[in-house]
């Protein structure tokens, strides 16, 4: 079908179960409906890493946090029994969504077409958005807001830091006597990991020629911890600082108050995109225009995807492993020499940092 479900849109729940980064171009999504109906129940269906982040967002009137697993689907039933939602939107296109979304009571439940769903993920929806082109993700998930006819524009992730954030902030950036720049230095693939050699020499770089603090951020796994202390241990004339595991709200604050962000191909990009801050961004095994930084500081990005023979129009969504090595540290360097003669102008001053 495709022209929109005849509902309402009183009672919204958005299905989302899916990691931190696609959590972050939810956001967008939910504030342009509060936008076009500020009076609408807007719930939303999340993990319970996701949640952390996310939640408290001033556009979603109920969160419900669940685990995808039978236990945790089943219990999701009940906690929505004797709720009633127009619209589920089920922006997923896995099975753990589709069972999430059978899940929820709703008259009319929106998903994406067949040719792009996948585990059958569409026999979970009544309704469906009209195939379109393979473009970035936040684009894909704006043609459901084209479907039922609310603008996503102007584009907001209203994403923090919150005021009672600040006090944290402020006292994190009271510890550097510069500007910091942050740096995601791991993920959770290891094939989207750049080499922690190379990360030093940026990182002394960035001490000793650009005047920045390096602050390493992510997340407490081990094998990020392993990352980090391997970079810290080859930098020769730099003394970065470790921050991994603060928390994914204390990110947001880290990230909001850094006059400069280089990321790999994970959630840490997008939160600094939404947070309008300036990331060199290193892409190799998805394509920029895919999963890049979305709308901004493309002359920033560190393209290793990217083949002579492609065609610069089309978005390609197949993956292209072991392709990191191919970034060396001077294509880095050369991006944030960029940053300095483009946005460092407009970078947060170090001593007003959540003033």
Not at 143 to 155: A, H, K, M
Not at 172 to 177: E, H, L, M, N, S
Not at 261 to 270: G, I, K, M, N, Y
């Amino acid at each position: 079908m495709t022209r929109p479900p005849d509902v309402p849109l009183d009672r919204v729940c958005i299905v989302m179960l899916s990691a931190v980064g696609d959590s972050v171009h939810v956001l967008p999504v939910v504030t342009a409906l509060r936008r076009h109906r500020p009076d609408a129940h807007i719930a939303w269906v999340v993990q319970r890493g996701p949640h952390a982040l996310v939640g408290r967002h001033p556009a979603v009137s109920a969160f419900h946090v669940v685990e995808p697993t039978a236990g945790g689907l089943l219990d999701l039933r009940r906690r929505l029994r004797g709720e009633r939602f127009d619209l589920a939107i089920d922006l997923q296109v896995a099975l753990k969504g589709g069972l999430a979304t059978m899940m929820v009571p709703a008259r009319a439940k929106l998903g994406f077409d067949r040719a792009r769903a996948r585990d059958a993920n569409w026999l979970f929806t009544t309704h469906r958005i009209p195939p379109g082109p393979r473009q970035h993700v936040q684009d894909q998930y704006f043609e459901f807001l084209r479907f039922l006819g609310v603008p996503p524009e102007p584009v907001t992730w209203d994403l923090g830091p919150r005021d009672d954030e600040r006090p944290w902030q402020r006292a994190f950036v009271a510890r550097f006597d510069r500007p910091i720049a942050a740096i995601v230095c791991g993920t959770s693939d290891p094939d989207r990991d750049w080499l922690p050699e190379r990360w030093a020499e940026v990182c002394d770089a960035l001490d000793a020629d650009f005047g920045l603090q390096p602050v390493l951020v992510g997340g407490p796994s081990d094998r990020e911890r392993a990352t980090a202390a391997e970079v810290i241990r080859l930098a020769r004339r730099s003394t970065p600082h470790d921050a991994l595991g603060s928390g994914l709200r204390h990110l947001v604050a880290i990230l909001d108050a850094s006059a400069l962000v280089l990321s790999l191909d994970t959630a840490p990009l997008h939160v600094t995109v939404a947070l309008d801050r300036p990331v060199v961004s290193l892409m190799a095994q998805a394509d920029p225009k895919r999963s890049g930084p979305y709308r901004k500081y493309h002359d920033l990005i560190v393209n290793a995807f990217a083949e002579p023979g492609d065609d610069p129009a089309r978005v390609i969504w197949e993956r292209r492993r072991g392709r990191m090595a191919r970034i060396e540290v001077r294509d880095v360097l050369e991006r944030v020499q960029r940053w300095r003669d483009r946005y460092a102008g407009g970078a947060p001053a170090h001593d007003s940092a959540g003033a």
